[in-house]
């Protein structure tokens, strides 16, 4: 009987699309699962789960870290290390906090933690700026609107840069920020409204440059 | 805060100019009112501002390099569970080989000890990867050592038995 389930469990690995990483991924983890369910399945040792968490989260982990830092490669390292991490401590997060809070607080760290490398090393490595090939204008001046909002958005301390991230472009609720950030309401209201106003300014007078 | 604020405080709201403890109360109605919120945004010129940002996706390398990285940082659990049912495998033949090799009550006797090992290491190891299987496999395992001491009794009574005879 054993071997009939040893047969069984190498008929299903054989049969099912697993990938290279995982020499036996267990079944009875699908995508459709919430995040707390597959947090327990993960827990559990599921490897399937662990990957489905990390595939859930890898878009906005690298869109924050990338916003962050500015290139690519250093959003690459970030959010690896993030994700790693996240798998790896997962038995340390509190139920009783947001999930993507605590990963964005994972994130968030990570990129406090490249730039206190960058400045010990005294470099900022160049930022990606996409060619502005030949193309309809609308979406040539599309791009340079998109360039022009990235470099407002790099010219703002991390600390201002990140609540602006976390608030308008991963739409994150105020008290959840404040989650991320571990700081007080009100702290995280004054640098909201600090940033913006920063954020503004700077990207105007990028515009003047760039007409005058 | 339960009512909804009027226009002429969100847009002060938006621009800052209220003082903290407002701010605040108004910031988590806005995080309950979906409608407030929209409205506050619509009033918000850095909404437009940020809609203009670029897509951003990350290059498909990334899940590759963390898949690889979770799988070499830790032995996987499941792993060690398919190493486990090899183990119990193992144990399985070298019973089997006992009780083939030595067919007196001495090597049923130890067959069936090594056989239930086999067995207990194999169907805990399914059980984790495979917990309904495990659970079904659970209690028919436990009536093997039943069969094996009741096989070792009517050998026992009976001298002249058959399994000494197939082992020649
Ligand atoms: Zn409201």
């Known amino acids: 009987m054993p071997v009939g389930s040893t047969a069984l469990v190498q008929a299903l690995h054989f049969f099912s699309a697993i990938p290279k990483e995982f020499p036996l991924a267990p079944f009875q983890v699908n995508a459709s699962l919430d995040v707390q369910e ?22 906005q982990v690298y869109r924050f870290c990338f916003r962050m830092l500015g290139n690519e490669e250093d959003a690459m ?8 991490k996240l798998v790896r401590n997962l038995g340390n997060f509190d139920p009783s906090r947001r999930f993507s809070t605590w990963v964005f607080s994972i994130a968030r760290n990570n990129c406090i933690d490249m730039f206190r490398k960058r400045s010990k090393q005294g470099s900022m490595p160049e930022r990606d700026i996409k060619d502005e090939g030949p193309g ?27 609540v602006l991230l976390l608030y308008h472009f991963e739409h994150l609720k105020y008290r959840e920020i404040a989650e991320v950030l571990q700081q007080p309401m009100g702290t995280v209201m004054n640098r909201i409204f600090r940033a913006r106003r920063d954020l503004r300014l700077a990207y105007d007078a990028i515009i003047r440059e760039a007409r005058s | ?78 792993t060690v ?62 009536l093997v050592p039943v069969l094996c001491f009741l096989a070792l009794y009517v050998m026992q009574s009976n001298e002249n038995g058959s399994i000494g005879a197939r082992s020649t």
């Open chain 2, 1 to 78: 805060m339960n009512q909804h604020p009027p226009d002429s405080q969100l847009a002060l709201f938006v621009d800052g100019k209220l003082d903290e403890s407002t701010s605040v109360d108004l910031a988590m109605h806005l995080d309950s009112c979906p409608a407030c919120r929209q409205r506050a945004a619509s009033m918000d010129p850095c909404t437009e501002l940020c809609s203009r940002a670029e897509h951003i996706e990350p290059p498909p390398e990334l899940m590759h390099r963390v898949l690889a990285g979770i799988a070499s940082s830790s032995p996987s659990a499941s």
């Open chain 2, 81 to 142: 569970h398919i190493h486990s049912v090899w183990l119990g495998l193992f144990f399985l033949l070298l019973a089997s080989l006992m009780l083939f090799l030595w067919g007196d009550p001495t090597g049923l006797m130890a067959g069936a000890l090594s056989g239930l090992g086999g067995l207990g290491v194999s169907l805990s190891a399914l059980g984790r990867i495979l917990p309904t299987e495990g659970l079904i496999c659970m209690p028919i395992a436990s």
């Open chain 1, 38 to 59: 597959l947090l327990q399945e993960a827990l559990r040792g599921d490897e399937r789960a662990k990957a489905l968490i990390v595939e859930r989260y890898v878009k």
């Open chain 1, 77 to 84: 390292d970030a959010a690896q290390e993030t994700l790693l």
């Open chain 1, 136 to 162: 309809p204008l609308d979406i040539a001046e599309k791009e340079q609107r998109a360039t022009h909002l990235r470099a407002a958005l790099e010219s703002l301390s991390p600390r201002h840069r990140e």
